[in-house]
């Protein structure tokens, strides 16, 4: 059983995808949270294995929202669900530390798979087109391409501060950057 929480600020997306959930065997909705606001509460409360987390949340970052989320202990399994969600996203996606990265627009079937997949310990994430790695990699400092590759290819950051013996903080503030930086990549990408 995947115990489900969602986080739309759209009224009719919570309660339609709270409706489809609930009638797909094996998957229990806990709960829907409008905002970060209405996050920290309905965690403590519902302990998910699964947050369905929408990308795009008024005065609050989807991106920075996954990489809180994946430090809790234990972490859930993040999907994020955009109607943008396409290849562009799919690097600071990863950085972030996303388990998933899904279209709005996908049907049913496929969200169901893809929550599935993640509370496996799966990742459900596009291929990184090479034209866009580089494209990323150009956007970075070059003191940061190693850690960029690390986490294209699943390397966990503490895997990746271990590796290039550097502080675990100094690392997660890097990723920080990178994701800032390839964010306005996609804001261009999107307009």
């Given at each position: 059983?995947?115990?489900?929480?969602?986080?739309?600020?759209?009224?009719?997306?919570?309660?339609?995808?709270?409706?489809?959930?609930?009638?797909?065997?094996?998957?229990?909705?806990?709960?829907?949270?409008?905002?970060?606001?209405?996050?920290?509460?309905?965690?403590?409360?519902?302990?998910?294995?699964?947050?369905?987390?929408?990308?795009?949340?008024?005065?609050?970052?989807?991106?920075?929202?996954?990489?809180?989320?994946?430090?809790?202990?234990?972490?859930?399994?993040?999907?994020?669900?955009?109607?943008?969600?396409?290849?562009?996203?799919?690097?600071?996606?990863?950085?972030?530390?996303?388990?998933?990265?899904?279209?709005?627009?996908?049907?049913?079937?496929?969200?169901?798979?893809?929550?599935?997949?993640?509370?496996?310990?799966?990742?459900?994430?596009?291929?990184?087109?090479?034209?866009?790695?580089?494209?990323?990699?150009?956007?970075?400092?070059?003191?940061?391409?190693?850690?960029?590759?690390?986490?294209?290819?699943?390397?966990?950051?503490?895997?990746?501060?271990?590796?290039?013996?550097?502080?675990?903080?100094d690392i997660a503030r890097r990723i920080d950057t990178m994701i800032e930086r390839l964010r306005v990549e996609i804001a261009a990408i999107q307009s």
């Open positions: 059983m995947i115990r489900l929480l969602i986080v739309d600020d759209h009224p009719a997306m919570r309660a339609g995808l709270t409706a489809v959930l609930r009638a797909e065997p094996g998957i229990v909705p806990l709960g829907a949270a409008s905002s970060e606001d209405d996050l920290p509460a309905m965690l403590a409360r519902t302990r998910p294995d699964v947050i369905l987390l929408d990308y795009h949340l008024p005065g609050a970052d989807g991106l920075k929202l996954c990489r809180r989320l994946k430090r809790d202990v234990p972490a859930p399994a993040v999907l994020l669900y955009s109607a943008y969600a396409d290849s562009a996203m799919v690097v600071p996606a990863i950085l972030a530390g996303a388990d998933g990265l899904m279209n709005k627009s996908a049907p049913a079937p496929e969200l169901f798979d893809a929550l599935r997949a993640v509370a496996r310990g799966d990742r459900v994430l596009p291929p990184v087109p090479r034209e866009l790695l580089e494209a990323a990699g150009a956007r970075v400092d070059p003191e940061d391409l190693a850690i960029l590759a690390m986490m294209v290819d699943g390397t966990p950051p503490a895997e990746v501060a271990d590796t290039l013996r550097a502080d675990p903080r």
